[in-house]
Each structure stands twice: as structure tokens, then as C-alpha cells.
């Protein structure tokens, strides 16, 4: 669906908002706020309306309520003076009154098939973990249910026999009030994990229930209350869970039982998560945040190997997207991810993180088999996947890399870095001189993220044929861009 006012339009389906030809950059949740006035156009909606919906009935101070329409107001060209689009109507609420028109979106969403049907489920048990809900009443917490959250869909994603959707896509509904139906058409999974986390001084208390969506039973349900020292075991818990419910004859035939490796202060993981929940908006401003927190943590803990291979992946993605120059956070990110591999060399993180800097580093080889080794790992890593899809692209083996990107954008329907994957693939088509289908895609990533430009191809970007580099050139030339 698309609303349509004034010279802008926003698109549901792709979640955007653009002004022309120009997207504007929306936080997810001003986003959705804009979503709920332009449904409910035709009254006047309260604040309890509001709440309820954006915030899924979560306590919200009248400060951030007040502080989210006004970035509304801002992202759409309006302001508190003016009111030309959303009026404040006193002591009952706000409305959308700018005039709209709907359409539906002509095209394939990127989260559905060509044919605009749900996704296939794949040919085996394949699973969203929704974004565990923040019960403590602090939005201060949010990152520490989101960290839960995303622990357990790594430790899943290490069990080959599962299709588990990445962390960005089932991260898109976090917030929202949505029907699990509707998850799993969208990211095209039979089972669906939800919860909630309550944190309260030294304890924690974490709920969890597994959902089949096909059926619309509730397959498992449990509670959780502990000691925060004991998170780790309570996530461990929950997985075995899991497996066990789903596929019980694979957990007795394999007797899993989920290993991790806790970082010796729980100090670090809350640093971690904090940085994760930064590092996946995907701006440049977010990524120093992201490092710098990621410092702190490993100040703290300097074996620990995730947020090591994150630091090392951030310093390297700076690098590519020409936000930083690479002589020095190359050297920056080798040196991360060297130390990454020697505190855990089994964190998928650590080797992902080391094939992305030997890619930079023209070690292309090297490269290749450090991307495999962490997809090994974690088979289920969106983000690795673009990497090795990127890896085989520079290489020319362009018919692998497009397998890579596709099965990247079909792990991670509904992602911050899906103009990212959408390029690999580009870049695939381009090099197998499929210009049309190269065009398409990146029509597609520019809709995305119309931002991620730079003009360092030519010195920074480690092409391994000079031929490429040149045919690669040649494009921008025709099109009047060098």
C-alpha cells in the first residue's frame, strides 16, 4: 500500500518514505506513527490510540510521545507551528489532514515472490524469532531484550537442519502489533518465536512461547525467573526448547544441546548489545557509536570474541562504504579480526570479520575460505552470505555470487542491509553482463538507500581482474558519473 500527499509518498510494503525521487530517512518508529495517522486519517486519534498501537501498550512519557510527532511532522515537511498536515487537536489528540490518495503498490514487495505470493516455506523447518518485548518500563533496556532476542536466533542459526530468518527481518516488527500470520507469509516461515524480558535489579524474567502458524497452535510456552548471572543458561534453555519441540527425533538422534561461549563480564555483553543495536541502522554516525561501545566492551573483556569480529567487520564495512579511509581502519580491522579468531575461533562473527579485511586486503583465497568456514558456522548469516557473495563477485565467478545474494535476500526478507545484498547481486548481474537485470537491481537497492554512493571504486574497491575494474569503470563513464 502507498499514501500519496503533498510531492511525497509512503510506501508500506517497502517502508519508506520519499520525496520525489529522494527517501527520507525515518526512524522505524516515527515510521510506523506515520503509518497509524495516515491509516486512521478520518479521526481524530488519542494518545491511549497511539500507545496502544506504536508502542504495543508499553509505558510512554508524554516527552517521547510529544518528541516522535514532531519528528513525524518533521519527516513529512510539516512542523508544531504550522500543523499543514498533522494538527494537534487539544485535549483529544492528533490527525493526519493533508490531503491522500491510496494505491497499491504495482510492484513485488521485496519480502514476497515475483508473483507477489507468500514465500515458499523452504524444504526445511524454517523459523522467525521475533524481537523479545521490553517489559521493565524503560525504554533505557530495550537494547538488553533485543540482545536476548538476537542470542537466541544465533545459537538456532548453528543447527544446520533449520531455515532461521536473520536478525534484521524479524527485527522490522519490533513494536508493532502484528498478526503471526502475517509474519509468516512475509518472511515465509511455518514457526515463530515470541517473548518478553523483564529486567528488575539483579534478576531477570524472561517469557517465551513457540507458535506454528500454519496450524495456529501454541507448540511450547514457558517462563523463565532468574539471576541475570545466569541469562546465558536461561537462553541455552529456551533453544533446547525449541529444538525439542520442533524436530524431536533430530534432538534425540542428535542430542544437541546449545554450547556458547560467555563472556567473562557481563558488563561487556550489555556493551555488545548496546553496539548491535546501532551498528544495524546502517549510517555512518550509528557505526562510530557502535565502535566506540564496542571498545568498551572489549577494554573489559579482551577475549571476546564476537565483539571483536563485529569491531573488525565495522572498521572493514567504513572502509567499503568510503565513510573512512582504508589505510587506516584496515589496518584497524585486521588487527581486530586477528584477535577475534585467537580469543574464539569458532564465533561465526570472528571469521566473517577476517575474510571481509583478507577481501580488502586482495587475499582473495583466503578470503573465499574464511567466508565458508563462517557459514559453516552459522549457514543462516544474511550479512556473512553478501560477504562471500561479494568475495566471489570481485573474483568473477559471478554465477556463484548471485546464488550467494539471492539466498542473502531470501534469509533476510526485510532488512536494514537489503540495499546492500540487492547490490551484490547487481554487481553479479553486471559482471555476467546482464545489464538489464543489473539496472532492475540496483533501481531497487537506490529506492532502499539512495545514500550509499561514494566515489572510491577505482583505488579502494579490491577487484581482482583489471579487466573488471575497467569494465566497471566503463559503466560509470557511459552513465556521466566520472
Known amino acids: ?3 500519496l500527499f503533498n510531492d511525497q509518498v509512503l510506501d508500506v510494503g517497502r517502508r519508506e518514505l520519499r520525496r520525489g525521487a529522494e527517501p ?5 518508529q516515527v515510521f510506523d506513527l506515520l503509518v497509524y495517522l495516515l491509516e486512521n486519517r478520518d479521526r481524530v486519534v488519542s494518545k ?3 500507545i496502544a498501537s506504536v508502542w504495543n501498550g508499553r509505558i510512554v512519557s508524554e516527552s517521547t510521545l510529544t518528541s516522535r510527532i514532531n519528528a513525524a511532522r518533521k519527516a513529512v515537511g510539516d512542523s508544531g507551528n504550522e500543523q499543514k498536515l498533522v494538527r494537534t487537536i487539544a485535549k483529544k489528540g ?3 489532514v493533508g490531503n491522500v490518495r491510496t494505491e497499491q503498490d504495482t510492484q513485488a514487495s521485496n519480502h514476497t515472490e515475483a508473483d507477489g505470493q507468500p514465500l515458499a516455506l523452504p524444504d526445511k523447518p524454517a523459523i522467525a524469532v521475533l524481537p523479545f518485548t521490553n517489559m521493565s518500563g524503560d525504554p533505557e533496556q530495550e537494547y538488553f531484550s533485543d540482545g536476548i532476542s538476537e542470542d537466541i536466533i544465533t545459537a538456532l542459526s548453528k543447527l544446520r537442519w533449520f531455515f532461521v530468518i536473520a536478525r534484521n527481518s524479524s527485527f522490522i516488527y519490533k513494536g508493532k502489533s502484528v498478526h503471526l500470520k502475517k509474519v509468516a507469509e512475509e518472511l515465509g516461515v511455518r514457526y515463530v518465536l515470541e517473548g518478553s524480558v523483564r529486567k528488575g535489579g539483579d534478576l531477570v524474567r524472561i517469557t517465551a512461547q513457540l507458535n506454528d502458524v500454519t496450524t495456529g497452535s501454541h507448540i511450547w510456552a514457558e517462563r523463565y525467573d532468574r539471576d541475570l548471572a545466569d541469562v546465558f543458561a536461561v537462553q541455552d534453555e529456551i533453544t533446547e526448547a525449541i529444538v525439542a519441540a520442533i524436530e524431536p527425533q533430530l534432538y534425540a538422534a542428535e542430542n544437541f544441546r546449545a554450547q556458547r561461549k560467555a563472556p567473562d563480564s557481563m558488563d561487556a555483553w550489555d556493551l555488545v548489545m548496546r553496539a548491535l543495536s546501532y551498528y544495524w541502522r546502517v549510517t555512518r554516525q550509528d557505526n562510530v557509536v557502535a565502535q ?3 571498545e568498551k566492551a572489549i577494554a573489559l573483556d579482551p577475549n571476546y570474541g564476537q565483539a571483536l569480529g563485529i569491531l573488525a567487520t565495522s572498521y ?4 567499503h562504504m568510503g565513510w573512512e579511509n582504508p589505510t587506516t581502519s ?4 585486521e588487527t581486530a579480526a586477528l584477535a577475534a579468531i585467537r580469543a574464539d575461533s569458532e564465533d561465526p562473527w570472528a571469521r566473517q570479520a577476517l575474510g571481509y579485511v583478507y577481501l580488502f586486503r586482495r587475499r582473495f583465497d583466503d578470503s573465499l575460505a574464511e567466508f565458508e568456514l563462517a557459514l559453516r558456522l552459522n549457514p543462516n548469516s544474511s550479512l556473512t552470505q553478501s560477504f562471500y557473495g561479494l568475495g566471489l563477485a570481485y573474483t568473477g565467478r559471478w554465477q556463484e555470487a548471485t546464488t550467494a545474494a539471492e539466498r542473502a535476500l531470501r534469509l533476510s526478507p526485510r532488512d536494514p542491509y537489503w540495499a546492500v545484498y540487492t547490490g551484490v547481486a547487481a554487481y553479479a548481474q553486471f559482471v555476467g553482463h546482464n545489464y538489464q537485470e543489473a539496472i532492475r537491481l540496483s533501481r531497487d537497492g537506490i529506492r532502499q538507500r539512495g ?3 561514494g566515489d572510491w571504486i577505482a583505488s579502494h574497491i579490491p577487484f581482482k581482474q583489471d579487466a573488471d575494474r575497467e569494465h566497471y569503470l566503463e559503466g560509470f563513464r557511459r552513465a556521466g558519473l566520472t
Open 48 to 50: 491511549d490510540d497511539l
Open 330 to 333: 584496515i589496518p584497524l580491522a
Open 451 to 453: 545514500d550509499f554512493v
Open 316 to 319: 572493514t564495512f567504513s572502509s
Open 24 to 28: 527520507i530517512a525515518v526512524e522505524p
Open 292 to 294: 566506540a561501545l564496542l
Open 1 to 3: 500500500m502507498q499514501f
Open 94 to 96: 492528533v490527525r493526519f
